[in-house]
T-cell receptor, first 110, second 115 residues
């Protein structure tokens, strides 16, 4: 079966850097997505990794190691508005289906 | 990113009635759309894959006769919750697949409450 693990909760200070890890054990891996979701809202797309390495997009970066089944999302210069859930999702097979991890609730404090 | 709309955003209905939720891709054509369900403080659970012009593919444990999916055009998929019961109350979210690059864009979600 598919297994995707993320920490349940994290807390970080405004202005700091936080790394949210995601490990996965899946078959038919095609890529990995990170989404941000505020309470009561739909997820918004943050990043997509299909090859090993780091993808940087502004304050957010995402890393993938396919051989290790590991990814992380790095958030720099944290802002209060970054308080949200961060969902790791693995794209499996040719049907482009996404399997989501449990999500990490990030709380940014002053 | 691409824009996906959902309607209605909120619906309250009586037990036993049916509710239709629409999902539209506004600025691209989506041959594939997905329907998810999310319980409070839980992650998204894929219910079914909606394919334009063909039958939907349901995930294991999802009743296809209860959750009817129709993908009549390249920009519209509908989910009908038939004979709704209180346990069907949930946040339903659709996504539309943009093949280039292969990305899913999510609608704003529909909060269904069955009394």
């Amino acid at each position: 079966g598919q297994n995707i693990d993320q920490p349940t909760e994290m807390t970080a200070t405004e202005g700091a850097i936080v790394q949210i890890n995601c490990t996965y054990q899946t078959s038919g891996f095609n890529g990995l997505f990170w989404y941000q979701q505020h309470a009561g809202e739909a997820p918004t797309f943050l990043s997509y990794n299909v090859l090993d390495g780091l993808e940087e997009k502004g304050r957010f970066s995402s890393f993938l190691s396919r051989s290790k089944g590991y990814s992380y999302l790095l958030l720099k210069e944290l802002q209060m508005k970054d308080s949200a859930s961060y969902l790791c999702a693995v794209q499996i097979g040719t049907a482009s289906k996404l399997t989501f991890g449990t999500g990490t609730r990030l709380q940014v404090t002053l | 990113g691409a824009v996906v709309s959902q309607h209605p955003s909120r619906v309250i209905c009586k037990s036993g009635t049916s509710v239709k939720i629409e999902c539209r891709s506004l600025d691209f054509q989506a041959t594939t759309m997905f329907w998810y369900r999310q319980f409070p403080k839980k992650s998204l659970m894929l219910m079914a894959t909606s394919n334009e012009g063909s039958k939907a593919t349901y995930e294991q444990g999802v009743e296809k006769d209860k959750f009817l999916i129709n993908h009549a055009s390249l920009t519209l998929s509908t989910l009908t919750v038939t004979s709704a019961h209180p346990e069907d109350s949930s946040f339903y979210i659709c996504s539309a697949r943009d093949p280039v690059p292969d990305t899913q864009y999510f609608g704003p979600g529909t909060r269904l409450t069955v009394l």
